[in-house]
T-cell receptor, first 113, second 114 residues
Framework: DAKTTQPPSMDCAEGRAANLPCNHS???????VYWYRQIHSQGPQYIIH?????ETNEMASLIITEDRKSSTLILPHATLRDTAVYYC??????????????WGLGTSLAVNP | NAGVMQNPRHLVRRRGQEARLRCSPM?????VYWYRQLPEEGLKFMVY????????ESGMPKERFSAEFPKEGPSILRIQQVVRGDSAAYFC????????????FGPGTRLTVL
């Protein structure tokens, strides 16, 4: 079962910041939060990941609350090509030092001109 | 550096036939993951393999499904005696080490069972 909940859909105007929320209230201390996106049924694309601290790269910023129960992915200047399904994922640990990404249903982001 | 390759991109099978899906990871990557995606749903983890070893197959159906990642050649996801419910997109991902690093996904194989 997914460990994250996201709104099913969101809209954003082109050129504006897109803020995608994610709840992961049952996350454990050593579980990372990953974000991927999937454009029109293509293979998913990695965006960013983090544990406790906020992270930024050339694609996006990830803001994680202090209690780690939620996070927000920020696309600072959304373009039409950012229209995609965005998945917030928790990486869980299993016995034997195994790890796995648990995917939810994602947020379908529509960037409008 | 070519990305993750999957073939075929589209596969049509009749009920009862076998489906073989191939995945060539990125160069230098020794970890492969298979996922299944039904329409309008997220990805479901199936299996995690390293060269010649199955690390985690907790997402694999107990019957008809198998996976391998031989020392030489691509990883293979094999579905025997396919049924209509097997129709889905199957994605392969690879990473250079374990899942600590980002996974790079292939374009997927769309399996349709008639």
């Amino acid at each position: 079962d997914a460990k994250t909940t996201q709104p099913p859909s969101m809209d954003c105007a082109e050129g504006r910041a897109a803020n995608l929320p994610c709840n992961h209230s049952t996350i454990s201390g050593n579980e990372y939060v990953y974000w991927y996106r999937q454009i029109h049924s293509q293979g998913p694309q990695y965006i960013i990941h983090g544990l406790k601290n906020n992270e930024t790269n050339e694609m996006a910023s990830l803001i994680i609350t202090e209690d780690r129960k939620s996070s927000t992915l920020i696309l600072p200047h959304a373009t039409l090509r950012d229209t995609a399904v965005y998945y917030c994922i928790v990486r869980v640990e299993f016995a034997g030092n195994n790890r796995k990404l648990i995917w939810g249903l994602g947020t379908s982001l529509a960037v409008n001109p | 550096n070519a990305g993750v390759m999957q073939n075929p991109r589209h596969l049509v099978r009749r009920r009862g036939q076998e489906a073989r899906l191939r995945c060539s990871p990125m160069k230098g990557h020794s970890h492969v993951y298979w996922y299944r995606q039904l329409p309008e749903e997220g990805l479901k983890f199936m299996v995690y393999l390293q060269k010649e070893n199955i690390i985690d197959e907790s997402g694999m159906p107990k019957e008809r499904f198998s996976a391998e990642f031989p020392k030489e050649g691509p990883s293979i996801l094999r579905i025997q005696q396919v049924v209509r419910g097997d129709s889905a997109a199957y994605f392969c991902a690879s990473s250079p080490r374990d899942i600590y690093n980002e996974q790079f996904f292939g374009p997927g194989t769309r399996l349709t069972v008639l």
